[in-house]
């Protein structure tokens, strides 16, 4: 990801001889920078400091070298976790904190950003926030630069609630949309037309065409991401990502959206893991008690960051998901008739015909193609095999691995089944709504 530190930089750097640039204030506060990391962490817990405060601190240590961009990190993920109070508490902590000047822009988009990654703010609170962390680094003095805050103010409410964009690399693709700016006023449009250049949420299959109600309640779509038609195989898509890749690109893990920069293996995933015993991998960390010590989210599914990482939602809107392992677990009981078919409706592409037994529900159908999946360059197994991935994480040990359902046109009685797979692995999306 790009840094969100190009803000200030990008705008205020004085090689353009800037008039335009304004001073955000930064009041003096009675903090003293502890001398070393572990002593600024001790000030971030502690309770009786305002999270302004802390921010503030966190904006001083970096300021005087005693911490980098990766330790502002970290540091910002203690104040939000020592942030106390039932959940109404912590997010007005954290408005009064965007709100407060005693800490600069910069460092404030930064905690919105960290507050997004972490799962504790959505969409519409980091839209919000941003609005919040903007306004207050506006003069009234300035009418060029109020007229084009409320023109972004305007472009974010007209939003749906239904976008799934990430907005953590929303923000960043936001700053560096601005980074050649002349000054506040331009940056600020380019901040309008790039919010509205996201605004628009992805239009579903045709009413009355979407889906088929199987019983359960649950709706499912009558063709993957991807497709227009049933018999279509839809794109392809590694777990957690939203798009498929681009022609030439493989999928492994080397090209993993949650993979560390200096990493290409299965143990070095950023998001999505829980406590696994895998202590090899980036979520454990070594302690001076030299003991292995949990860092990961504990995130097991889309629903668990708002559906943001969810291809079923960012492709055909709200309320439309990837099923869940319970959901695929559901479809794959007795209730319901998995049949092999080939040449489906003389299309010459084969897959699963499956038929609804409940009560209420009998003989409705959805066909599942089997498209195959990728492994590495090429795809594989087409028309022969299909990978359906579900919403979660798969829980027997292993966070690098998503439950999938697998099927292929073997006699074998298990031809249907479940198990993990390799997050990396592009299988297809099949969504459905309640």
Known sequence: MRSIKMFLAAICVSALSLTACVDLGHPEINITIESDYSGIIGAINDASRSLSEKLSLIESAIKEGQADAEAQQEMLREAIAAIPGSLEEKLAAIESAISSQTSGLETKLAFIETAVKTGFANQQTAFDLLTTALETGITSSNANMVSALAEIKTAINKISSALTVDVADLLEDIIQAIADQPDYTAALEAIRDMIEQIGTVPTPPAPGAEYVEMGH????????????????????????????????????????????????????????????????????????????????????????????????????????????????????????????????????????????????????????????????????????????????????????????????????????RRDGEDRYFGGSIRPVMN
């Open 217 to 416: 309640g649950l709706k499912w779509g009558t063709m993957n991401v991807g497709a227009t038609k049933p018999e279509e195989y839809g794109d392809f898509f590694a777990w957690g990502e939203i798009e498929p890749k681009t022609p030439g690109t493989p999928y492994n893990w080397e090209t993993y959206k949650w993979m560390r920069d200096d990493g290409a293996d299965w143990d070095y995933i950023t998001k999505y893991t829980y406590e696994d015993n895998q202590t090899n991998a980036i979520w454990y960390q070594w302690t001076e008690n030299w003991v292995y010590e949990f860092i990961g989210d504990h995130f097991t599914s889309f629903a668990d960051c708002d559906y943001k990482d969810d291809a079923a939602r960012a492709n055909w809107g709200s309320p439309w998901r990837t099923p869940t392992d319970e959901e695929w677990t559901i479809l794959r009981s007795s209730d319901y008739e998995w049949v092999w078919t080939e040449n489906y409706n003389d299309s010459g592409v084969n897959g699963m015909v499956v038929t609804s037994k409940v009560s209420g529900y009998e003989g409705n159908q959805i066909f599942l193609p089997a498209a195959g999946h990728h492994d590495g360059d090429d795809p594989a197994y087409r028309n022969r095999y299909a990978h359906y991935w579900s919403a979660s994480i798969y829980t027997n040990g292993y966070s690098d691995l998503a439950y999938a359902v697998f099927f292929d046109n073997s006699e074998d009685r298990d031809k249907v």
